[in-house]
């Protein structure tokens, strides 16, 4: 049964702390999506990739928040440094762009919390 | 920008009752789909529908879409209580390089009561 993994499931970090979250796409997929979950904000798209190359992080703060794929299994996103306000869920999803009419598979999340 | 946006933004019915969500979206859209997420969990995809259908089925699931109004509508039927969660709906806002970006609404909160 394939699935999307992310680690770690929870943080808890301080103000001014780098945080790295990773995860791993589904074997075969070649797309990973970054999202960001928030009771205020709801479901935003932080950035994605294809075959591993960075197609749109439009909607990820520059100056603190950094998304790459070392490999074809692994995507990090990085907070440096961390701020209580980035406090949500952080969701990684997988796909395989081939059609056009692609569907996403959703890891569980890491639950991140900034004091 | 959200572009998704359901209505209504939290429904409790009654186990056995069916359970109708609408999502309305903005720009013209290649298909649309509806996901499922369970209090901690992910969201999970539960059916697409192209933008030349006008309903599909899977299960006790029917979605159905206007594309004219730009709406679609999620129903469950013989609702039952492990049916309770939240139901996004996705609309694809580009494509860049063969992958599609979605945009997804803020969701509605179903509660189905035994």
């Known amino acids: 049964d394939a699935r999307v993994t992310q680690t770690p499931r929870h943080k808890v970090t301080e103000m001014g702390q780098e945080v790295t979250m990773r995860c791993q796409p589904i074997l075969g997929h070649n797309t990973v999506f970054w999202y960001r979950q928030t009771m205020m904000q709801g479901l935003e798209l932080l950035a994605y990739f294809r075959n591993r190359a960075p197609l749109d992080d439009s909607g990820m703060p520059k100056d603190r928040f950094s998304a790459e794929m070392p490999d074809a299994t692994l995507a990090t996103l990085k907070i440096q440094p961390s701020e209580p306000r980035d406090s949500a869920v952080y969701f990684c999803?997988?796909?395989?762009?081939?059609?056009?009419?692609?569907?996403?598979?959703f890891g569980p999340g890491t639950r991140l919390l900034v004091l | 920008s959200q572009q998704g946006e359901e209505d209504p933004q939290a429904l409790s019915i009654q186990e056995g009752e069916n359970a109708t969500m609408n999502c309305s979206y903005k720009?013209?859209?290649?298909?649309l789909q509806w996901y499922r997420q369970n209090s901690g969990r992910g969201l999970v995809h539960l059916i697409l529908?192209?933008?030349?259908?006008r309903e599909k089925h899977s299960g006790r699931l029917r979605v159905t879409l206007d594309t004219s109004k730009k709406s679609s509508s999620l129903l469950i039927t013989a609702s039952r209580a492990a049916d309770t969660a939240s139901y996004f709906c996705a609309s694809r806002d580009k494509i860049i390089q063969g992958a599609q970006k979605l945009v997804f609404g803020q969701g509605t909160r179903l509660t189905i009561n035994p």
């Open positions: 999803a997988s796909g395989l762009s081939e059609t056009g009419l692609e569907t996403q598979y």
């Open positions: 720009t013209s859209i290649n298909n």
């Open positions: 529908i192209r933008s030349n259908e």
